[in-house]
């Protein structure tokens, strides 16, 4: 859907949930000195602008990094170092900004969007120096910026000529079509790249949760039954109450969200057991 702009959502809480774990995927590849390749199915810019006027006309960012980063700092878990110096510029670090500090000279990124200002901004923000807490660096591998449509996008680089890496997936699920083509192009990528890590953010809403057990129900059976079964973890947090969440889901027809999770498909040893370190901030 081309009228979602993550400008407006970028370090809210369901980000920190969703960067913070596939940090972690990433730092578990580079235990190897095989290179890898990570495909970033929604890049969105990259790097976000926390005065920006999208920004704080929600301040979820206020409610999510800025209000978890100094507990998240604690538990020494590499996300939150490496917001640690754009947060001092009120900035952001996206996925695919998070990725290039990972990177070797080897590894390799596939960054997609099909939003026109989202890749006219990734495709600049791709192009600058990493910013770290002893400065400015040039970041390693290759990383290459698409406007393509993400289901396409996918099909047509899987399997990649590296074949150790992550799928990171994380439409908006504004439009109910995500659900079924998520479904439908994760499980291709699963079929045609079995030993990749599937990385699938989804929201938890108040509506739309026959959609989201379906998708999810059916990408964890075909996963874990297929020709080359495979290990799924689906782990999630909530923001707010229960009884918070039953009078949201009353109150009118729109879709709130209380909360968030990850489906990991190829789970790497060790993840879960941080993954609850993380749940324990929100």
């Not at 702009?5 to 913070?20: C, I, L, M």
């Not at 929600?58 to 538990?75: H, N, R, S, Y």
């Not at 699920?173 to 990749?196: G, P």
Request: with cysteine.
């Amino acid at each position: 859907m081309l009228s979602y702009q993550h400008e407006f959502h970028a370090g809210n809480k369901a980000d920190v949930f969703k960067h913070s774990i596939f940090s972690l995927i990433l730092e578990n590849l580079c235990k190897k000195e095989k290179p890898f390749t990570v495909i970033d199915t929604h890049a969105g810019s990259g790097r976000y602008n926390l005065f920006a006027e999208e920004s704080l006309k929600t301040g979820e960012a206020q409610q999510g990094i800025k209000l978890i980063f100094e507990k998240g700092l604690q538990t020494g878990i590499k996300y939150f170092e490496i917001q640690k110096p754009y947060l001092s510029l009120d900035k952001y670090a996206g996925s695919p900004e998070i990725t290039r500090h990972f990177m070797r000279e080897k590894d390799i990124m596939f960054a997609v969007d099909k939003h026109p200002k989202a890749f006219e901004n990734l495709q600049k923000n791709m192009s600058q120096t990493l910013i770290t807490a002893h400065g400015e660096l040039k970041h390693l591998g290759t990383v290459k910026v698409l406007q393509k449509d993400s289901y396409e996008a996918l099909k047509a680089l899987v399997p990649p000529l590296v074949k150790r890496g992550v799928i990171l997936m994380d439409p908006s699920f504004e439009d109910e079509s995500d659900y079924r083509q998520v479904t439908e192009s994760l499980k291709l990528a699963h079929k045609k790249w079995n030993t990749a890590i599937i990385a699938l953010w989804y929201p938890l809403l108040t509506k739309k949760q026959n959609l989201l057990s379906q998708m999810l129900n059916s990408l964890e059976d075909y996963a874990k039954t297929g020709i080359n079964p495979s290990t799924v973890l689906r782990s999630e947090v909530k923001f707010i109450s229960d009884q918070e969440i039953f009078e949201l889901s009353k109150s009118d027809s729109k879709a709130h969200l209380y909360g968030t999770g990850m489906l990991i498909i190829n789970v790497p040893f060790g993840l879960e057991e941080k993954i609850n370190i993380i749940k324990q901030l929100f």
